[in-house]
């Protein structure tokens, strides 16, 4: 970057050696997928929030955070590898692009709301294909209890109400206990209390999830399952897999939330569950969207398939023909390039006319110790037929960015 500032949402920043924000994630962050309406993750957000129906909401926080609110206030280690410069985007070293909506537990909590639902974009830096895109969209969700007895008493009333509502669907779930040697109760919480918070956290998923997947006509089951897992905010921590069209989909990760993130947000003789959910997973298979890139698309060809409120299967237009690319490079000695510098210079040039990414080479010479690799680019728009003129030059254009900015040796 050559300018001294980036702006963001109407906002400068300084630029530094932290700074790794691209233009083309820049342009992003204003178009706010998750609130335009009639788009699928519009819809699908409204599903959510609809089941959850006695929750407030938000949906307007910026994306720009400290790190320390995106990472510290939730207990992530110092040297965890989240906050690596080749997996999050830094606008400087004072403020990144979230990476999560978990982010913005503390100041949820801090409202001293007992149940919410935050919608926001997030960002991570990744590979390219079908299913991965540097922005995508969460909805965190967390319910606060008294942890008292009276307040117990409550869960355990809620509790049987939504097993009662659960008892009347045709779901199958796979349970782990509640609470394990690997997934602890937290030092300082009750195990009853906990037990009862993490049970509560199941039974409001499940019902959750029910009403997204289990809507078919199909006669079988739907079957939802429960997996231990870590996160540095929650204990007990829970993944949930949902079989949907003939497999096992990863759809998100909650748990009881750790103590010091209400004790940060002030909030005491509490406990609480979250939950954080990516919506472009369920919205592709629900909306059968083959390709995440047409979440940003603005052809009408699209748009004009959706209905808001609705959930209705995507008819392709057509698949355009695709135009595969190769470029192998000699790195300069010691360069630092990561697999995902080289896939954010990729979209930077040519956007959303890449399909993807893979590297297909990468040896190390035995002489002279230099490192080659090669990578294959997948050319293909989702709007249009292109001409191998117009690949040609875009691969042209990829190929000397990538010499200026790496100073690689084009082989
Ligand atoms: N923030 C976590 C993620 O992005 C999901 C999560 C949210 C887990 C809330 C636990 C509680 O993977």
Known sequence: LSQKHVEILGTKYPVDEFTNVTPSIISKIPLRLHTKPSHPLDTLRGLIEGHFSDFSHVSSFSPVVSPFKNFDELSFPKDHPGRAVTDSYYVNKDMMLRTHTSAHEVEMFRKGEDKWLLTADVYRRDEIDGSHYPV?????????????????????????????????????????????????????????????????????????????????????????????????????????????????????????????????????????????????????????????????????????????????????????????????????????????????????TAGDLVEDVKRLDHFVHPKTQKTSLCYRINYRSMDRSLSNEESNDIHGQVVSELKNRFDVEIR
């Open 136 to 348: 995508f969209h969460q909805v965190e969700g967390a319910r606060v209890f008294d942890a008292t007895p009276s307040g117990m008493k409550e869960v355990m009333e809620d509790n049987a109400r939504l097993e009662a509502q659960l008892s009347r669907t045709n779901i199958v779930i796979e349970d782990v206990p509640h609470i394990s040697s690997t997934n602890p109760v937290q030092p300082g919480h009750d195990p009853v209390f906990s037990e009862l918070v993490a049970k509560n956290l199941k039974l409001s998923l499940n019902g959750m999830i029910f009403k997204l997947f289990g809507g078919g006509a199909s006669q079988a089951p739907l079957r939802v399952r429960w997996i231990e897992a870590y996160f540095p905010f929650t204990s007990p921590s829970f993944e949930v897999e949902v079989f949907y069209q003939g497999k096992w989909l990863e759809i998100l990760g909650s748990g009881v939330v750790v103590q010091a993130t209400l004790n940060t947000a002030g909030v005491q003789n509490k406990i609480s569950w979250a939950f954080g959910l990516g919506l472009e997973r369920i919205a592709m298979v629900l909306f059968s969207i083959p390709d995440i890139r047409l979440f940003w698309t603005e052809d009408e060809r699209f748009h004009s398939q959706f209905q808001s409120g609705k959930i209705t299967t995507f008819k392709p237009y057509s698949k355009y023909p695709a135009c595969y690319k190769d470029v192998s490079f000699w790195l300069p000695t010691n360069s630092t390039l990561h697999e995902n510098d080289f896939c954010d210079l990729v979209r930077d």
